[in-house]
């Protein structure tokens, strides 16, 4: 079955550029869209955007400025880039599969935003 | 877009049954069957448990159960057991091809 697995600095500062990866194990990361979702401390969900592996993309309105998602299917691989990152920014990331349901997710990645 | 509105706790007893109610707009509950839940565990992922609206993943035991009427989505789960003691976040695609979740509800098993 197929498996998410992020990766990434744990620590980011304040205006820099937060940088995650998700690698797809077991399938291919060929046809299906990839999501992104964040999780601040003890708060709800918030999608981020998604991927197809084609490459179209979609993204949060209120992240779209300041956010790329990308996609390696040869490493069967997708990517996160969130730009100019504040301590907002704080969150576990995820990544999963599928749109507009998401199934299934990585384990999450606690990513702090502080100098 | 503004989040979905969940209630922030719901409780029940072993055996019971309990309905967590989402309540979004004409702009995406109301206009699209692409209403999602998911179990959250502390510390843990999401876990999928129902897509478009009433659909079960495979896995997902038959206890779960999700319907929509109107601009309101509704989780239900029976036969209450301690394992089902979580968080539970529902989702709804939108009008503007994005997808927006609710606040999230926090079930106590008695």
């Known amino acids: 079955q197929v498996q998410l697995q992020e990766s990434g600095p744990g620590l980011v500062k304040p205006s820099e550029t937060l940088s995650l990866t998700c690698t797809v194990s077991?399938?291919?990361?060929?046809?299906?869209?990839w999501t992104w979702i964040r999780q601040s401390p003890g708060k709800g969900l918030e999608w981020i955007g998604y991927?197809?592996?084609?490459?179209?993309?979609n993204y949060n309105p209120s992240l779209k400025s300041r956010l790329t998602i990308s996609v390696d299917t040869s490493k069967n691989q997708f990517s996160l880039r969130l730009r100019s990152v504040t301590a907002a920014d704080t969150a576990v990331y995820y990544c999963a599969r599928d749109w507009p349901w998401f199934n299934p997710w990585g384990q999450g990645t606690l990513v702090t935003v502080s100098s | 877009q503004s989040a979905l509105t969940q209630p922030a706790s719901v409780s029940g007893s072993p055996g019971q049954s309990i309905t967590i109610s989402c309540t979004g707009t004409s702009s995406d509950v109301g206009d699209y069957d692409y209403v999602s839940w998911y179990q959250q565990h502390p510390g843990k992922a999401p876990k999928l448990m129902i897509y478009e609206v009433s659909s079960r993943p495979s896995g997902v035991s038959n206890r779960f159960s999700g319907s929509k009427s109107g601009i309101t989505a509704s989780l239900t789960i029976s036969g209450l057991q301690p394992e089902d003691e979580a968080d539970y976040y529902c989702s709804s695609y939108t009008s503007i091809s994005t997808l927006v979740f609710g606040g999230g509800t926090k079930l106590t098993v008695l």
């Open positions: 077991g399938g291919s990361i060929s046809s299906y869209f």
């Open positions: 991927i197809y592996y084609s490459g179209t993309t």
